[in-house]
């Protein structure tokens, strides 16, 4: 079983569904966020995430309660659709790669565009989906890998500030992803994670400034490369040709 949608006995009664009996719990490694009071100030104090064993439940195993609308598991949001970004793959690519992590395009069942494995530095993006929406998990992601996981936030604040940065990023490019980004930080801000924007907001801007030089950087290589290839002056093909057709067929054009 590949779990979709996780979550306690008693939290899924409150969204409407019922484990079925006889279903064996999945143990997972749920963080904890504690505060502590620092040893040099009485005042002064830090917050702290440790990880207590519990247990869950995949939405798989469980079944509507009769009379009951189950609360709907997806926030609305608006698909990512067409190619217009496809070409920032590479350079998204190299910038993984220069963390150390290998980047794969499969296909994925269900609703998860990707994830990033941090123990086995890889990151997995969903091969059946349009290019923009590639974009979009892959800057997603890399966010992860550059250090935004639950070991250091709540899994709430984390996702709140990945996804954040990722608006942010591909904002700066003309991509528009608010139809996913807006209603997808939303859910993650029920529990008031919300408040992870300002929080940590110059996290967020160094993180998307990060990315975005990333890019940057590669698109100014590219221009740097065409422009020492086109010499300073194009010699005129058309002086060979014939004077009928001088205007059209001889001239010559950059880029193809």
């Known amino acids: 079983m590949v779990p979709e949608h996780i979550a306690g006995f008693h939290t899924w009664i409150k969204l409407g569904r019922a484990v079925r009996k006889g279903e064996q719990a999945l143990r997972i490694l749920a963080p904890i966020s504690v505060k502590q009071r620092q040893q040099d100030s009485e005042d002064a104090e830090e917050r702290r995430v440790f990880f207590k064993t519990a247990f869950v439940f995949d939405v798989s195993q469980t079944d509507p309660i009769p009379g009951v609308e189950p609360a709907p598991l997806h926030p609305p949001r608006q698909p990512l659709s067409g190619d217009s970004h496809g070409h920032l793959l590479v350079p998204l690519?190299?910038?993984?790669?220069?963390?150390?992590?290998?980047?794969?395009?499969?296909?994925?069942p269900g609703?998860?565009?990707?994830?990033?494995?941090?123990?086995?530095?890889?990151?997995?993006?969903?091969?059946?989906?349009?290019?923009?929406?590639?974009?979009?998990?892959?800057?997603?992601?890399?966010?992860?890998?550059?250090?935004?996981?639950?070991?250091?936030?709540?899994r709430a604040q984390a996702e709140v500030i990945v996804d954040t940065t990722t608006?942010?990023?591909?904002?700066g490019i003309g991509l528009d992803v608010s139809g996913e980004t807006i209603p997808y930080v939303a859910g993650w801000g029920e529990s008031g994670a919300l408040e992870a924007v300002s929080e940590f907001a110059h996290l967020i801007d160094g993180l998307a400034r990060r990315i975005a030089d990333a890019i940057e950087d590669h698109i100014d290589g590219d221009h740097a490369r065409v422009e020492h290839h086109v010499p300073a002056q194009l010699p005129d093909a058309r002086l060979d040709l014939p004077r009928a057709e001088s205007g059209r067929a001889g001239t010559l054009r950059s880029g193809g």
Request: hydrophobic content about 50%; aromatic content about 8%.
């Open 93 to 108: 690519v190299m910038f993984a790669e220069s963390l150390g992590y290998a980047v794969a395009f499969q296909a994925i």
């Open 111 to 154: 609703a998860t565009g990707g994830w990033c494995d941090r123990h086995a530095q890889r990151i997995v993006v969903d091969a059946d989906v349009a290019s923009n929406a590639q974009v979009r998990t892959l800057v997603h992601e890399i966010t992860h890998a550059l250090g935004v996981d639950c070991a250091k936030y709540s």
């Open 167 to 171: 608006l942010i990023v591909l904002s």
